[in-house]
């Protein structure tokens, strides 16, 4: 598995061959609290860098989920939507939320590495 690399929207992505793997972050599941829902891009979907792909609902607050990167949505993670509170015990690991068939490898150049995430939301706390 590749590094984990990370979005200011608070979603990380590891890459495997021309297959990126993405999901939220544990910070990003913090500030949610309890995930309640879960809504996932459809499997063959097109989706844009920074593009809106999914949705997240806790008790607190509904957000949305972006793609740090352009491609193909290959495959979903049918466990989030059933259990939506996986996504607060294992955000970074088995809560994953979409596998894309990576366009343009270029664009993860753009994304940050656990330090500088780590240091992104020091500074930017919300």
């Known amino acids: 598995m590749s590094e984990k690399k990370f979005s200011k929207q608070h979603e990380w992505i590891t890459v495997e061959g021309d297959i990126a793997t993405v999901g939220i972050t544990k910070h990003a599941s ?3 609290g309890d995930v309640v829902f879960v809504e996932l891009p459809e499997k063959g979907k097109n989706v844009q860098k920074e593009g ?16 740090p990167i352009t491609g193909e949505v290959t495959e979903t993670n049918q466990s989030v939507v059933d259990d939506p509170g996986s996504v607060n015990k294992d955000p970074e690991g088995a809560a994953w939320f ?5 366009k343009n490898k270029s664009e ?18 919300n």
């Open 98 to 102: 979409f596998k894309i068939k990576i």
């Open 52 to 67: 809106q792909a999914g949705v997240v609902e806790s008790t607190k607050a509904a957000s949305d989920v972006y793609t």
């Open 108 to 125: 993860l150049d753009g994304l940050m590495s656990k330090v500088d995430y780590d240091k992104f939301t020091k500074e930017n706390p």
């Open 30 to 32: 913090e500030m949610l």
